[in-house]
T-cell receptor, first 117, second 116 residues
Framework: EPEVTQTPSHQVTQMGQEVILRCVPISNHLYFYWYRQILGQKVEFLVSFYNNEISEKSEIFDDQFSVERPDGSNFTLKIRSTKLEDSAMYFC???????????????FGPGTRLTVL | GDSVTQMEGPVTLSEEAFLTINCTYTATGYPSLFWYVQYPGEGLQLLLKATKADDKGSNKGFEATYRKETTSFHLEKGSVQVSDSAVYFCALTPMYSGGGADGLTFGKGTHLIIQP
């Protein structure tokens, strides 16, 4: 069964460093998403991506964040200068269709735990 | 904006007990509603969904009915097992989006613990 994969599973970094979190969405999916979950809190939407551009972003997704689809299979989230409060589990998701279509189900990866020291 | 409220956990039950996890939402029109489950150390898995009023989603013995009049989507299971221990998230997507790729709005999650 196809699945979303994410690497690394755990990333530790120093405050102020740049990190890139990687995701491989399901191959025939066209819509891609990043979410984060701070420990003990709810899952929060960060950004969605379609047709090589950002479709929607939340207020959390400020200038420190960027997303890219560098090739036909990877989808990355970059945090330019990490802060302590960026420590969280980051989930990638993908869907075949738009949110208003019958193929709207979002499939989630296992997550990358980011720890900023 | 849209929001989802679900009962706080942890919820501790004995095996074979009846389960209800409450979920209510605030959104414009008729959003699509979902329950996701997160097992320890794993990502989010879609458990069930409903896309219009009075729809009942069901999977693995769990079910939830989309109640527009009470803006609710409560999760139920008649007889829980130890393997159902997990965190359950209620979520929604809007009825209409100009962009098409809208993110899910999640509740805070309910940690369910089933004791043998």
């Amino acid at each position: 069964e196809p699945e979303v994969t994410q690497t690394p599973s755990h990333q530790v970094t120093q405050m102020g460093q740049e990190v890139i979190l990687r995701c491989v969405p399901i191959s025939n999916h066209l819509y891609f998403y990043w979410y984060r979950q701070i420990l003990g809190q709810k899952v929060e939407f960060l950004v969605s991506f379609y047709n090589n551009e950002i479709s929607e972003k939340s207020e959390i997704f400020d200038d420190q964040f960027s997303v890219e689809r560098p090739d036909g299979s990877n989808f990355t989230l970059k945090i330019r200068s990490t802060k302590l409060e960026d420590s969280a589990m980051y989930f990638c998701a993908s869907s075949e269709g738009a949110v208003t279509s019958a193929r709207r189900e979002q499939f989630f990866g296992p997550g990358t735990r980011l720890t900023v020291l | 904006g849209d929001s989802v409220t679900q009962m706080e956990g942890p919820v501790t039950l004995s095996e074979e007990a009846f389960l209800t996890i409450n979920c209510t939402y605030t959104a414009t029109g008729y959003p699509s509603l979902f329950w996701y489950v997160q097992y320890p150390g794993e990502g989010l898995q879609l458990l069930l969904k409903a896309t219009k009023a009075d729809d009942k989603g069901s999977n693995k013995g769990f079910e939830a009915t989309y109640r527009k009049e009470t803006t609710s989507f409560h999760l139920e299971k008649g007889s829980v097992q130890v393997s159902d221990s997990a965190v359950y998230f209620c979520a929604l997507t809007p009825m209409y989006s100009g962009g098409g790729a809208d993110g899910l709005t999640f509740g805070k999650g309910t940690h369910l613990i089933i004791q043998p």
